[in-house]
């Protein structure tokens, strides 16, 4: 599957960006999907991930509830990133990524990931 990512860009802190994957194929029930942001300097890092189910959502403590990814990806071909609350520390390239995995499994780890997208950058100003 292919990927590409887009949304990000330059807000304020405390505003708000969508972020979208677009998937070559379907994504829903196929894969296991992850976002992924990493900041200069710093390894990249798990944001959210749900399985391949779409039942089980996993959100790292930073973003818990501020970031979502809503219930209605079922697009089938694109899963988004809701962002809100956004804060400076939320600066960085944002990736998406596929991979299979158990029905009910969430990958947390970018190793675990056999697809990537080009990642898309969003920078929060203070």
């Known amino acids: 599957v292919q990927l590409q990512a887009s949304g990000g860009g330059l807000v304020q802190a405390g505003g708000s960006l969508s972020l979208s994957c677009a998937a070559s194929e379907r994504i829903a029930n196929n894969y296991a999907v992850g976002w992924f942001r990493q900041a200069p300097g710093k390894e990249r890092e798990f944001v959210a991930g749900f399985s391949r189910s779409g039942r089980r959502i996993y959100y790292t403590d930073s973003v818990k509830g501020r970031f979502t990814i809503p219930r209605d990806y079922v697009a089938e071909k694109t899963v988004y990133l809701q962002m809100n609350s956004l804060k400076p520390e939320d600066t960085a390239v944002y990736y998406c990524?596929?991979?299979?995995?158990?029905?009910?499994?969430?990958?947390?780890?970018?190793?675990?990931?056999?697809?990537w997208g080009q990642g898309t950058l969003v920078t929060v100003s203070s």
């Open positions: 990524a596929a991979t299979w995995a158990r029905w009910d499994e969430v990958r947390l780890h970018a190793s675990e990931y056999d697809y």
